[in-house]
């Protein structure tokens, strides 16, 4: 059975047509989650992709919109390949991820996908606490500069980058990366993914079912 899963998260058309898009610290995250799937792929593992909605939101989340599909450029899925949606930040809380990846013996887990620090970094978290071996590819993940808490709600991408108070995409992945590492997850490249070599450690059990 599969006992390594790579979890693909949120990498879907809603964040391009958003204004903020243009801030994007990795706009071809694409081309970097495609060559784990190939990697993943290639090795036996499973690949689960997770998409966000709101429904009834009337936003870019919303099915509705017609962006909640995956980002152009991205692999497609293949039949197998279980798809998940989500309505909460982490990918496990409002789905069956964990029965999914109990179903497939799963272990260990990678995650990548938008953004960094929200989505990707509460889905480690979680994961980590389920039991589950985290591996967060930090490089293929993405973010924005995050506005202070006391700018407006409706900020330009033009007024975020001048308010010196905006905290920079460079330090929001720098502080997920602390936040993680040594306790939640391993961080890791997609070349030291994709470059692992036949010596590494053979994957934890999969965790048992929460009762």
């Known amino acids: 059975m599969t006992q390594r899963a790579l979890i693909v998260i949120d990498v879907q058309e809603s964040f391009r047509v958003r204004p903020l898009w243009r801030l994007i610290d990795n706009p071809d995250i694409a081309d970097d989650v495609n060559r784990l799937v190939d990697h993943a792929r290639g090795n036996g593992d499973l690949v689960v992709w997770v998409l966000h909605q709101e429904p009834g939101s009337g936003d870019v989340f919303d099915p509705a919109s017609g962006h909640v599909r995956y980002l152009d450029g991205l692999r497609a899925p ?10 909460s930040h982490n990918a496990f809380t409002t789905t069956n991820l964990q029965q999914v990846l109990t179903e497939h013996g799963v272990g260990e887990l990678a995650v990548c996908g938008i953004r960094t ?4 970094e509460t889905t480690a978290r979680l994961g980590s606490d389920l039991g589950y071996q985290v591996t967060f590819v930090v490089d293929a993940t993405a973010t924005n500069p995050i506005a202070h808490p006391d700018a407006p ?5 033009e007024e975020l980058v001048a308010d010196p108070r905006t905290l920079p995409a460079a330090a929001v992945v720098e502080r997920t990366v602390f936040a993680l590492a040594h306790r939640f997850a391993t961080i890791a490249t997609v070349d030291e993914v994709v470059g692992a070599d036949a010596s590494k450690p053979a994957p934890q059990p999969a965790p048992e079912p929460v009762s």
Do not use: L, S
């Open 78 to 87: 293949e039949d197998g390949e279980p798809e998940i949606r989500k309505t």
């Open 117 to 120: 620090e929200q989505c990707c």
């Open 153 to 157: 709600a409706d900020i330009t991408p």
